[in-house]
């Protein structure tokens, strides 16, 4: 009979120092080889298929694995997006201290975490960003901040300094689309000049990701496109994130009219048609896998009926109140004012939580949505090539 053996995460400090020297070898080797990343990713995405269809059956083998931290180090925001109420009634005031965010990163690094996201709010109104940076890079942690961008021109040179190699720029439209989004006159002009400034500087040493926000007013073919040229303007590779549905600081507006209905299916069609070309014309640019692209109209018209086993046993959030839940949505952990993040993971709780997600036993939503499609075997073959319909 084969015998297996399982090791505590915490009880094995000399196997995780090791895993984590590994790792940033691996790491630092597909720096300058991106075929060897990609191999390697796909290699990760193969065992996580394993790993969730024998989840479907075994659920106690789906654990808690914190790769990456989500840290909104700040509920504040310099403008008013109409889906958005962060700096609003979301965690009104709310902002961490450097050494509040040192402690997480330690702890982090100490429980597994490799990759830190440091978000808002809008990140770059904390005075103590660069410094959180810093340490956050120190540590050897990857590291990332998301942005609206209006701030970036004051903001690059001591984010840079401090080791900022990565950014990722919340994007609603172009021109007076993005201002009337964001309820702010002259933001996309700021975002423009600092977009100039950044790249200017910085060159190739500086990796820009383009977040556009597929919602209504953004989903046509022309407005993808003109977001499109913008990133190619700029250099930056192409992500697109999904109007939510179950986040707890996202609303629909107060006119409504964010949010899909049937009717919209055919120009959501035309979009998704219309960026799958451009995946396949530009795959570099665009990461993402095209089974999960496929998938964005049902992501849309689907909402929480979207069955899709979810993977955020890897990811820990951090609210800029100090509360942790396993994701953006849900499965509280507890408040690093009251207790330290090391004391939250890999208990009985964290480990519920991270079943419970995978099941969807919650709100659900489409977070994650490629690493998902690609470990669900239904979703890759059914998602595999677009409609007949849409091609």
């Known amino acids: 009979m084969t015998r297996i053996i399982t090791i505590d995460h915490r009880s094995g400090p000399a196997l995780r120092r090791l895993t984590d020297a590994m790792r940033e070898s691996a790491r630092a080797a597909t720096r300058s080889m991106p075929a060897l990343k990609r191999s390697l990713r796909q290699i990760e995405q193969g065992v996580g298929l394993v790993e969730h269809s024998i989840g479907q059956m075994v659920p106690s083998v789906i654990q808690p694995r914190p790769r990456r931290i989500t840290v909104a180090v700040t509920a504040n925001c310099n403008l008013r997006c109409t889906g958005c109420r962060y700096g609003r009634d979301f965690m009104p005031g709310h902002q961490l201290s450097l050494n509040e965010v040192r402690n997480l990163l330690d702890d982090a690094k100490a429980g597994g975490v490799e990759l830190v996201r440091l978000y808002g709010g809008e990140p770059l109104l904390h005075k103590q960003l660069p ?29 840079f300094e401090a ?50 926000l597929i919602m209504r007013p953004t989903c046509t073919v022309e407005a993808l496109r003109t977001a499109w040229d913008f990133a190619e303007r700029f250099d930056m590779s ?49 990461r993402e896998s095209l089974a999960s692209i496929h998938s964005i109209p049902d992501w849309l018209l689907k909402g929480p009926d979207m069955r899709v086993p979810c993977d955020v046993s890897n990811l820990i959030w951090v609210g800029a ?71």
């Open 238 to 286: 192409f992500h697109t994130d999904l109007v939510h549905y179950s986040l707890p600081y996202f609303t629909d507006g107060q006119q409504g009219g964010l949010h899909f209905t049937q009717e919209q299916e055919p120009e959501i069609r035309r979009v998704v048609a219309e960026l799958s070309r451009l995946k396949q014309a530009n795959p570099l640019r665009v």
């Open 131 to 159: 410094e959180m940076v810093q340490h956050s890079v120190g540590l050897g942690l990857a590291t990332y901040v998301t942005t609206n961008g209006t701030l970036l021109r004051q903001k690059i040179d001591a984010l």
């Open 163 to 212: 080791g900022l190699r990565n950014i990722t720029i919340g994007f609603y439209g172009t021109g007076e689309g993005y201002d009337s989004y964001v309820n702010r006159k002259a933001s996309f002009a700021r975002l423009e000049e600092g977009l100039t400034y950044a790249r200017a500087r910085y060159g190739s040493a500086l990796s820009l990701q383009l977040n556009y």
């Open 321 to 391: 109140d100090g509360s942790v839940q396993l994701c953006y949505v849900t499965f509280k952990l507890g408040n690093i004012r009251e207790s330290p993040l090391r004391d939250m993971l890999f208990t009985p709780t964290h480990r519920q939580a991270a079943r419970d997600a995978f099941q969807l036993n919650c709100p659900n939503c489409h977070c994650e949505r490629d690493s998902r499609i690609q470990k669900h075997l239904p979703s890759r073959l059914r998602y595999a090539s677009l409609p007949k319909e849409s091609a």
